[in-house]
């Protein structure tokens, strides 16, 4: 069983290391450019990360659900629920994204006063329209990505995209 777990489980704990790293080292680049475009980063990357954890719970809900339909040979069960995950996760995806555009102030309030720190306020601003803008390869292709991973981490050995390609087909 070590061994099983080990093949399976070190690709996804690289994958996710690798996410992380990436955000760390942003978070350094960012800091080059002032302690207040810092903290806006982080406001915003606190809210990046809330939406990736409820995502991320949909993902391994999807792979639980799919490797019990995979193990029944129910495979019109795997296709409905792996479409279900990627709609649940492109909703999420278009509902956060609103929020970014539309009330980026009140994200900010959560964290800070906006009277009180208008320059923090500014950068966040600024930080989250890009998030939904230039920026959106990044965190919402990660979000629309995750649920998708979900999808196919039970893979047989040689067969890793059948399951995936009949969810999307």
């Not at 760390?24 to 406001?43: D, H, K, N, S």
């Amino acid at each position: 069983y070590m061994r099983r777990l080990l093949h399976l489980g070190l690709p996804i704990g690289a994958q996710f290391g690798g996410e992380l790293a990436a955000y760390a080292i942003t978070t350094y680049f960012v800091g080059w450019l002032g302690a207040g475009v810092l903290a806006a980063q982080q406001i915003v990357n606190q809210c990046n990360l809330l939406v990736l954890m409820l995502v991320l719970g949909l993902s391994q809900a999807v792979s639980v659900l799919i490797s019990r339909a995979r193990g029944r040979s129910d495979i019109q069960a795997v296709a409905g629920i792996g479409m279900c995950g990627l709609l649940i996760g492109l909703a999420l995806v278009l509902a956060t994204g609103l929020l970014y555009l539309l009330m980026p102030h009140v994200l900010v309030s959560f964290f800070v006063s906006p009277a009180q720190n208008p320059q923090l306020t500014q950068h966040a601003v600024v930080i989250f329209a890009n998030s939904d803008g230039c920026m959106s390869i990044g965190p919402r292709s990660n979000h629309l990505r995750t649920p998708n991973l979900g999808c196919v981490k039970y893979k047989e050995p040689n067969k890793p995209t059948t399951i995936k390609n009949k969810i999307l087909a």
